[in-house]
């Protein structure tokens, strides 16, 4: 191994450091945060299957029983999911989802809507008001972790 003289200086240069390219430091830990989802239903076991499984995959969940609640976390947190049941006091899913996407700000969150009602008009006014999928209860955790990894690329 080469050695150095007594008193010179070894300075480490780095290829991209002339290019002017730079991360800041907190892009560098919201790209080690892991996804957020937020669940919004005003069943608190569908809220513990789900967010059960959702945190043994890895991603950090809030948790909201009503579309108030769900609407002030969307907008304070900035959730990369929102899991979504149509009825719920406060809000409703409908009325919530449209409010979601009018705002330019959370208009690029995807919602996962949870239903118990089947009917394929129900699923078509959920895509109206900008679903991008819709589950009808009984839920399967392994289908529901599914849908989110694939909406999340995840």
Same mark, same amino acid.
């Given at each position: 191994?080469?050695? @150095?003289?007594?008193?010179?200086?070894?300075?480490?240069?780095? %290829?991209? $450091?002339?290019?002017?390219?730079?991360?800041?430091?907190?892009?560098?830990?919201?790209?080690?945060?892991?996804? @957020?989802?937020?669940? $919004?239903?005003?069943?608190? *076991?569908? +809220?513990? =299957?789900?967010?059960?499984?959702?945190?043994?995959? *890895?991603?950090?969940?809030?948790? /909201? %029983?009503? *579309?108030?609640?769900?609407? /002030?976390?969307? =907008? *304070?947190? !900035?959730?990369?999911?929102?899991?979504? /049941?149509?009825?719920?006091?406060?809000?409703?899913?409908?009325?919530?989802?449209?409010?979601?996407? %009018? %705002?330019?700000?959370?208009?690029?969150?995807?919602?996962?809507?949870?239903?118990?009602?089947?009917?394929?008009?129900?699923?078509?006014?959920? !895509?109206?008001?900008?679903?991008?999928?819709?589950?009808? +209860?009984?839920?399967?955790?392994?289908?529901?972790? +599914? !849908?989110?990894?694939?909406?999340?690329?995840?």
């Amino acid at each position: 191994m080469p050695q @150095t003289p007594p008193g010179t200086t070894t300075v480490l240069t780095f %290829s991209d $450091a002339d290019a002017g390219l730079s991360w800041p430091a907190d892009d560098w830990a919201a790209a080690l945060e892991p996804p @957020t989802v937020l669940i $919004a239903d005003d069943d608190e *076991g569908v +809220r513990d =299957l789900i967010g059960t499984r959702l945190r043994a995959a *890895g991603y950090r969940t809030l948790i /909201a %029983s009503d *579309g108030r609640t769900a609407m /002030a976390l969307a =907008l *304070g947190e !900035r959730p990369q999911l929102v899991l979504l /049941a149509v009825d719920m006091p406060g809000l409703d899913g409908f009325a919530f989802c449209y409010e979601l996407h %009018s %705002s330019p700000q959370t208009a690029h969150l995807p919602v996962i809507f949870i239903s118990a009602r089947a009917e394929p008009a129900e699923a078509e006014l959920a !895509r109206v008001v900008g679903a991008e999928d819709y589950l009808v +209860r009984p839920l399967d955790p392994a289908d529901v972790l +599914r !849908r989110v990894q694939r909406l999340l690329h995840h």
